[in-house]
Structure formats: C-alpha cells, structure tokens
C-alpha cells in the first residue's frame, strides 16, 4: 500500500545495511522495544530505510475516530473520553489502523509537539479545548525525528516525559488534559553534529551505527538501484511488491510467534550477566536485551530463544548505554558478551 | 481503581532506602517534600509514581515538563467570564492538589518559577496569586515527591534545603534481584491488570502499615539525649539553617512509628540523618580518604568501616574529641529495623520491649556522621555536568513559561494570556457575532526561557617557543576532557591557533567528541608569534556570523607566554598586542589568560595582557590537560553558579 504520489524507496531494496534493517523490523514486531537510534554519515540510507518501514507496518485495531487512536484490548493507556466510553459499560466501534511515521521536524515548537489550547475553538465558542500535537499523532505509531542531536533541549524534555510513562500531561495555557503517547521513537543522527544527552540516549531501546558501503560491488549496486528507482518508482516499487509482500507476513507471523515466547531464566541470567559485566547504568538495557532477543527468534519463526538471538540483540541493545570515559570510544568489548553467550547456551 | 496504572509499590525490587523515604512522607504529612535522585534507569519514576498504589484516600497528580505558570497557580475563568460576564478563578494544579499528592519527574529541569513554586507552597500551605488582576488567597496541603538525575544539573542548595528528604537510588548488583526486576517489568507490561492484582494484598498491607504508623505517630518521643545529638550532628556536619535539624527529628519519629515503636532510638537517628541531612551538607562529603584526613588519618578510616556495621556509636580512637567509654544503646543500632518488614507488622507493638534508657554522649554523633561519609564514598559521587544556563529567550524559541505586555516589534503572542486580559471586559464591549473580542490592549506575549550554554574558544601559540609541543597534547586533551564532561551538548569547546603570520581556526566550536578526535589528530607548530592578529581573529569569530546572536557565554582561553613578535600593521608587536587588546575587551567576552612562559629571568607578558584585556590570570605549576581542563570548568561554570 505505497502512496501513490509519493512513491518512497522500498525496504527490501535496501541494499546492506543489514544492522539497521534488522533492528527496525524487530520493533516493528514488538514495539515495546522502545525504538532505534541509528547514527552515521550523511548518505547512508538513514533517513530511506525509516521512511521505508511504513509501508511494512501492520495494521492494529483502534477505537473508532478516536484521534488518539486508542488501541483496543487495553485499559491502561486510553484517553479520557474511550475511558469514559468504556468505563459507561458501552462496546465501543473498532477500526483497523496502520500504524505510521509521525515525523517531527527540529524546528518544532512546543506548543505542537505537547498539544495546546484550540485557539479558534476558544475565540469563536469562549471554551477551552484541547488542541493535541505530534504526542498524541505518534501514539501507537513511530516517532521519527531527524537530527535528533539537535533538537531543542526542552523539546527533548517533553519527549522524555512522555515516554517515561507513556502518557502526556499537559498543564499550559490555561489547559489541563492527558492522553496516551506511546511511540516508538526512532532517531536518526550524525554524531559530528554533537552527542545526545545521556537520559535521551537511553530512552532508545536500540542503537545502531551505519558506515557507509565499502565494497565497490555493493556501491555500483546501490546507484544502479537508485537510478532505476529514479527512472520509474511505480515500476520500481511494484516489482518489490511480492518481496515486501512477504516481509510483512514474516512481520505478522512474527507478532503472532512472539505473544507466545516466555523469557524463560536462561535468558534472564544471561542478560544480567552480561550487564553486570560491561557494568552498564538502569535496567533498561536488561529488558530491551530480553525483549530483542525473542524477537529475533520470533522473527525466524522459531519459539526458541537460540544463542544467535542474543548475540544479535546485544549489539543493538548495549553499545549506547555505556558510560563513556575520555579520550576512549564507548566500545563493547564484543567477545567477552559472546563468550558469556556461548558459555550459557553451549547446548 | 485510579486512572492510570502505576506500578505497585511492594512490587518494586530493593531500593529499601527510597522505598522507606516513600513511607515517611506518606505517615507523616508533616514532612515537606521528598526528593528522589539517581542515574537514568534506576526506577526513580516508577518509585515516586508507585506512592499511588498505596495511597488510600489521595490521588497523584503529575507535574509534567510543559507545566506553565497559569496552570500551577490558577487564572483568571475565561469561559465564565466570556459566557457569563462573571469574573471567577480556576484553580491551578497546586490548589487543585489540595490534600492529594504531587510528583514532579526531573524537577531540575523544570523552570526555576516553577520549581520555586511547587517547593514554597508545599512548605506554607500557601498559594497568594496576584495574576489577572486575582489578588487571592488559597490553603493547599499536599505530598510532594519529586525525582531528578543529577548529571542533568544540580538543583541550588536554597532549594535542596526546601526538601526535608531526599535519597539516592542504589544500583542494584546482584543477579538474582537484577532478575527479578526484569521479570517483574515484563509481567507488569504484558498484563498490568493482572499484576497489580497479583500485588493486591501486598499493596494492602503496605497501606494498613501506614495507617497504623499514622496512628502512633503523635505519641511518638524522642528521648532527651537522642534530641540533643541532632543539633550537634547539624552543626558538626555545618548543615546550615533549621530546617535540617526539625526534618531530622520528624522523620526519625516517623521511622519509629513506621517500626511499631514508642521511642526513637539510636538507628532511628542514624537512617533520618542520612535522608535529612545529606543533602544539605556545606561542601561534598569526602569522596576519598585522603580529602578526610584532616579529621582523621588513615588507619582509622578502615578500622571505622570494619566497625561500621557492628558499633557504630563507637567513638573512633585518635578522635580529638574527649572520649568517655560508652555502654548503652549498644543494642538498639544493631541492622534489625532494616529487616523485611512482614515480621515487624505481624508484632503486636505491646511485645516489643521498650527500649532500656539510653545516655549517648558527644562521639555518637561522630558515629552517624562516619556512616554519612561511607555511604557518601559507596556512592561515587559523580561530578554534574548538565549544568545549564537559562536565559530568557528573545526570539521564538524556547520554553513559554509567562506574559508580560506586548512589545509591538515582536510578534509572539500570548493567546492564553491575552484572552484571560481580554475576559472581564466582554460584558461591555460590542462582539461582533464572536464569542470574545479582544482589543489591542488585552494583547499579551510570551517571555520565553531557552537554556544556554558556554562557548569555549582556545587561543593557543602554536609558534616555534619552547614548550610549544607539550602545550599541544595539554590543550588537545584538554578540549577533548571539557567536550565529554559537557556532553550534555550545551557547550561547544573550539580551537584557534596562531603561527607564523596567521590565526587559524582548526576545530570549529563544536558539541561533537568525535569530530574533535578527528580534527585535532594533527595541530601544526613552528614559525613567529602573531598574538595580537590571533586575538582579533578569535573575537570576531565569536562576536560576527555565527556565534554573534547565540546566548551562550562566552569565552576566549588564551595560552601564551605573552611574547609577541610578528606584527600585522608593521607596528612594534607590543603596541600592536596592546592596540588590539582594547579593541575586543569586553563585548561580552570572557578573556583567561593561561601563562605559558618558563624559565627565569619570567617577563610576566603574558600577566600584562591579561591586564590589558581584563581577563583571569592563571597559571598552572603544570600544564597537564585534565588540570587545565578543570581550572577551566572552574572558571566558567563558577561565575554562573553565583
């Protein structure tokens, strides 16, 4: 389902890349990850391969024109009025929504990004409303910010409040409202530009860094796909379609496969082990590991968390959440986490 | 059920110092403001958020980051006034929270009003609006429970003084609890419904043992001797004002009461003045040994840890305190209180034998402030680097925290604002078919706060004098030292060189390590010394383009020995250096003059252009970078912090 008058570049032309690749689609199978943060140079296909994740998205069922599009099945996160809705004992109408890309751009005010008073409303009625922002567009949907280094340090408050509980609470302008704002957030950035704030840094479930291709093979693929794309994207596009086809049913048999994967304490154990070896802060890194680890497997539609599943996830889960010292590059040291892997699932 | 589902509070793994701090300030509402800080990660939401869970008749209420000043403190009713011709009050967040509790996440990264706000309404009781023409009065009482991470920026000590409690989250290291955090994270997750039931009884019980601490807790005593240690641990720990010493004794009853019983006894003390106190210490607490040892010496130190533990009221031998033997009250410190707290709710509180009287003399004080200090080590203190300038903001950026009238030259209005000015007057002006009408002078616009940070520029002689090479590695490592502590991307460290007949910029102000590492891989040396060119490239580097409009500080490090020799205009070097430094003085520049010269006979040049140039001299007996690095911080962190 490509919009037809924008055509973007499809995911499976993507060529390389393979870490990137990976760590979106295991979000996409489980959103609770809490998203990417993919750093590198200009021109590593960044920015295309997170546009081109839209169109691999699945559908979700929401509550009928709820704005905040209100996921089914769930109490916890609801805006006031499907609260109410639900809480009055009525079955609300579903509808099934494709999750987006909500994107936001840097130069975004605060007033948009939290949601503000519906000023129109208030001048031709006298009542207050609540106009809602990119926080509660991006509810259940992908949160995409380019240049995330250089966004607004309040902005990124808001962001990190927002994410910390999932649920946005706006007290400004005269106006007192809530709703669920659950995102994952992907970020994109070039580290030349200047770092990211640590707490912001750790609110991305995963990290990857993207060089760019050195193979010269590779390269000349690239630009031959780029050109033909170029030429003709609806040709280009449709001949991807039974290849992106067959992604998104990997995606869907994956959802389905991971509901039933329980963490079991190998797992556990592991995880922390690790942890407490590369001596990395919080326990977010834990339940990310967990969670990428057995959707990797679920990705490979197996129910069984097997030794390559972790090693995949822990070098998108760990890497950013090292504390740096000076004049060192944060750097996993990889084989030691594999030697733990290996020494735990030497079955 | 409440609105939202917050993690329950029994079902939060460790953390039993926070955890116990949660329940002094929910037994006694006397206690003004709990402050819970510690690394990202470290459950410092989840435990304030967790209070909802056992709350029995109070609701939480957040404080999020887009908190504006007419939401805290109430306005001016614009629907009633617009509808109903009325004049009438909305009531803000604080006064709404009357008798409910109040959490506010990274307050340090609140704005100060705000902050000031919530903190001076939780400790009066108070809330006096003089807003939109409202002069009012409001009575509110709530709980407040904040959390912060300190590497965001500290918090001024009159405002940590505000908070009676305040408590760091461990970092938890065993294994099997790190499990059982995930375990329970991804339960909670996949079926909170369900879990929180599973918690049900927990949480139920957490709440009888509040009631029952609340209930106790006015006939709570502290015993002479104990009493009089609290101000004496104040002083000895130069806590400054009252309120350490009254958060002190609360808090030690509450934690009596909390344990079932009568008396407060000598760990009472010892646990409150480590929520109490800490925080409010004069100077950090010793990180090392050594920066204790003008109290102590070393051999001392270890001994006291291996003693910690077992008799901590135990006056340490080569105390210069007089130190009279001590007998009682051995009993009382022993780890007990601390034990899971099951067994002390199921005690029926008469069965407790009550304490035996306990005498303490002057090195028992010594003892908690011993406990103090190791835990203040344990907790490896890291330096805050986020410290952030704020600045009202004079373009369109920034956080919208108030109005004020309108400047007709910028176009930045307050819609908020300017219908609430707008509003009393609708009764009598002609509408026109639209539901307010407002005039020109109901307009308002926003006063917007952006944060700030500094802007580092190095001037270095890079000329053929000795040195020249051993001040490059100083500098490179020092850029590189001051780029990571400030990577909370606020500060922009650059590097300006100057050789032969030019000034050269080889690293741009920039927030990036990496692009830093690159750029200074190679600096080159060699040639005459053309200070004076090298002092008006710098300042008009960071006086045009670029750099001109931020808000940052600014400020201009020069390394040098003074000894210029290469003029531009053919002018005597010195008349030239002397020429050019009036010029860019000031501008709102902050010049540091980091002398260079060696060797004797010293001509102290370098001493006379900081004169000239009205900057900070210093001179370092070793130009090592990380030495370099921190005078630096020093320097320009110091004169924002005042």
């Given at each position: 389902m490509n919009n037809k008058n924008n055509p973007v570049y499809p995911f499976s032309a993507i060529v390389g890349q393979e870490e990137m690749k990976d760590a979106l689609l295991v979000n996409v199978v489980n959103p609770s990850i809490g998203g990417v943060l993919i750093k590198g140079e200009k021109g590593t296909a960044k920015s295309t391969a997170v546009r081109a994740i839209a169109d691999l998205l699945p559908e979700k069922r929401t509550i009928k024109n709820c704005i905040f599009h209100c996921?089914?099945?769930?109490?916890?996160?609801?805006?006031p009025s499907c609260r109410k809705l639900i809480e009055s004992g009525k079955v609300p109408e579903y509808e099934d929504t494709k999750m987006r890309v909500v994107e936001l751009p840097i130069s975004a005010t605060e007033d948009r990004v939290a949601g503000t008073l519906d000023i129109e409303h208030a001048i031709t009625a006298g009542k207050k409303k609540f106009e809602p922002g990119v926080l509660a567009s991006a509810n259940g949907n992908i949160l995409y910010v380019d240049?995330?280094?250089?966004?607004d340090d309040h902005i990124v408050d808001l962001l990190l409040d927002a994410a910390a509980m999932g649920t946005n609470f706006v007290e400004r302008e005269g106006i007192s409202y809530s709703h669920p704002a659950k995102f994952m957030l992907v970020g994109t950035m070039n580290p030349e530009e200047g770092d990211l704030r640590p707490q912001l840094l750790d609110r991305f479930g995963l990290s990857v860094n993207v060089v760019g291709e050195k193979d010269t093979g590779t390269r000349t693929e690239i630009i031959r796909k780029r050109l033909e794309f170029e030429k003709d994207p609806y040709k280009f596009c449709e001949s991807y379609e039974t290849v992106q086809q067959e992604t998104r049913d990997r995606i869907e048999k994956a959802k389905a496969i991971i509901n039933g994967i329980e963490p079991d304490d190998l797992l556990l154990e592991t995880s922390v082990k690790i942890s407490l070896l590369l001596g990395v802060d919080g326990h977010r890194s834990d339940i990310t590991f967990v969670k990428t680890s057995a959707a990797f497997a679920a990705l490979d539609e197996r129910d069984v968390i097997r030794r390559e599943d972790l090693i995949k996830a822990a070098r998108l889960a760990l890497p950013h959440r090292m504390r740096k010292l000076p004049f060192e590059d944060a750097k996993v040291e990889f084989d030691k986490v594999d030697a733990v892997i290996s020494e735990s699932y030497a079955r | 059920m409440s609105e939202f589902m917050y993690f329950p509070f029994p079902a939060i793994v460790g953390q039993d110092a926070v955890k116990k701090a949660i329940l002094c300030t929910l037994v006694n509402e006397d206690l003004r403001g709990l402050l819970i800080t510690g690394e990202r990660g470290s459950a410092k939401t989840v435990l304030a958020r967790s209070a909802a869970s056992i709350l029995e008749d109070k609701k939480i209420r957040i404080i999020p980051q887009n908190t504006s000043e007419d939401r805290l403190f109430g306005s001016i009713d614009i629907e009633k006034a617009i509808t109903g011709g009325e004049i009438g009050i909305v009531k803000g967040i604080l006064a709404e929270s009357d008798c409910q509790m109040i959490v506010a996440d990274d307050i340090n990264l609140l704005d100060e009003k705000i902050i000031h706000g919530i903190l001076n309404t939780a400790e009066t009781g108070n809330i006096l609006i003089e807003r939109d023409g409202f002069s009012e009065e409001i009575k509110t009482r709530y709980i407040l429970a904040a959390t912060m991470d300190p590497e965001e920026g500290e918090l001024s000590p009159q405002m940590l003084d505000r908070f009676d409690l305040c408590v760091e989250t461990d970092k938890i290291n065993s294994e099997s609890e790190r499990i059982e955090i995930i375990r329970k994270c991804l339960e909670f997750e996949n079926e909170p419904g369900h879990f929180l039931e599973n918690h049900e009884n927990e949480t139920a019980d957490v709440r009888e043992k509040i009631s029952k601490a609340k209930e106790r807790l006015p006939y709570v005593m502290i015993p002479e001797a104990l009493l009089e240690m609290i101000p004496e641990l104040c002083l000895e720990l130069n806590v400054s004002g009252q309120r350490g010493d009254i958060a002190l004794a609360k808090t030690a009853k509450t934690l009596a009461a909390i344990e079932g019983r009568d008396d407060v006894v000598f760990e009472d003390i010892k646990q409150a003045a480590a929520m109490t106190l800490e925080h409010r210490?004069?100077?950090?607490?010793?990180?090392s040994p050594p920066d204790n040892s003008d109290n102590r010496n070393k051999d001392d130190e270890s001994e006291n840890e291996d003693n910690e533990d077992n008799k901590p009221q135990e006056n340490p031998q080569n105390n210069s305190r007089p130190n009279p033997p001590d007998k009682q009250g051995?009993?009382?410190?022993?780890?007990?209180?601390?034990?899971?707290?099951e067994d002390e709710q199921k005690e029926?509180?008469?069965?407790?034998?009550?304490?035996?009287?306990q005498v303490f003399d002057i090195g028992s004080a010594f003892s908690v402030i011993e406990f103090l200090d190791e835990r203040g080590r344990a907790k490896s203190k890291k330096a805050s680097n986020g410290r952030r300038t704020r600045n009202i903001s004079h373009d369109k950026s920034g956080h919208y925290i108030s109005y004020k009238h309108r400047d007709e030259r910028k176009n930045d209005i307050a819609i908020d604002a300017s219908l609430r000015a707008a509003a009393p007057f609708q009764k009598t002006r002609d509408k026109k078919g639209l539901a307010i009408r407002v005039d020109k002078s109901d307009l308002r616009e926003k006063i917007r706060e952006k944060k700030t940070g500094n802007v580092i520029l190095f001037l270095v002689d890079a000329s053929g004098s000795m040195g020249v090479r051993q001040r490059m590695v100083s500098v490179k490592g020092a850029i590189l030292s001051l780029l990571n502590d400030a990577y909370q991307k606020r500060d922009m460290v650059g590097l300006m060189i100057f050789r032969k007949k030019e000034a050269s910029l080889l690293l741009p102000p920039t927030r990036s390590t990496d692009l830093a590492y690159k750029l200074l891989k190679e600096i080159p040396t060699g040639g005459r010394t053309p200070l004076s060119k090298g002092l008006v490239e710098a300042a008009k580097l960071l006086t045009q383009g670029r750099y001109s409009k931020s808000m940052d500080s600014k400020t201009v490090i020069i390394l040098t020995d003074?000894?210029?020799?290469?003029s531009e205009s053919g002018k005597n070097p010195y008349e030239e250096l002397q020429e050019a430094a009036g010029k860019v003085k000031g501008k709102g520049i902050k010049y540091v003059v980091v002398d260079t010269e060696e060797g004797f006979p010293r001509m102290g040049l370098a001493m006379d252009l900081a004169y000239e140039l009205d900057a900070i001299y210093l001179r370092l007996d070793e130009l090592d970078s990380s030495k370099l690095a921190r005078s630096i911080e020093s320097i320009v962190y110091r004169e924002q912090l005042a």
């Open positions: 996921e089914a099945g769930q109490t916890r996160y609801l805006c240049e995330v280094n250089l966004l | 210490r004069r100077g950090l607490p010793p990180q051995e009993q009382n410190d022993s780890p007990e209180p601390e034990k899971p707290e029926d509180p008469q069965d407790i034998p009550p304490p035996p009287e003074g000894r210029a020799n290469a």
